[in-house]
């Protein structure tokens, strides 16, 4: 198995490389912002990934400046939301499955148990919305 993880320089994607690396009988290759940027376009994107053929990517890359993206909300929007449609169709017609980190900041944190996938969602950030917008995006494009 070859698994792709993105984000591989921040503290999530670096902490499962490693894990994955020391647990799991297969490649894995951990790749950062130089080496694949949710914002480049399309064909440079695919074809990163396409050199490594993975089965699986996981998506650990992400804006989570989540003050900060009040005031920053196009690029929140474009790395958390828009480019995610790329990263989708990529591991669509790559056959790759595609694993996504996504926050409880999509839901408004009123309810009083844990929440769960289909629970309705009610961000009531900019950083919350922008995290929304991506899994839509995934959802509307990519099928595994």
Do not use: W
Request: aromatic share 4%; glycine share 6%.
């Amino acid at each position: 198995m070859k698994i792709a993880i993105l984000g591989a320089e921040g503290q999530l994607g670096s902490l499962l490389e490693k894990s994955l690396n020391q647990n799991l009988d297969g490649e894995v290759r951990g790749l950062g912002i130089n080496d694949f940027n949710l914002l480049d376009p399309l064909e440079k994107k695919a074809s990163h990934l396409q050199s490594f053929s993975p089965d699986v990517v996981i998506n650990c890359a992400a804006y989570t400046q989540v003050d900060k993206a009040e005031s920053d909300k196009e690029m929140a929007m474009a790395v958390n939301g828009s480019a995610l449609e790329d990263l989708a169709k990529i591991c669509d017609a790559e056959k790759a499955k595609l694993v996504h980190i996504s926050t409880d900041f999509v839901f408004d944190g009123e309810k009083n148990r844990p929440y769960q996938e289909t629970d309705p969602c009610s961000p009531l950030s900019v950083y919350g919305q922008s995290k929304l917008l991506g899994e839509k995006l995934i959802q509307e494009n990519c099928e595994s």
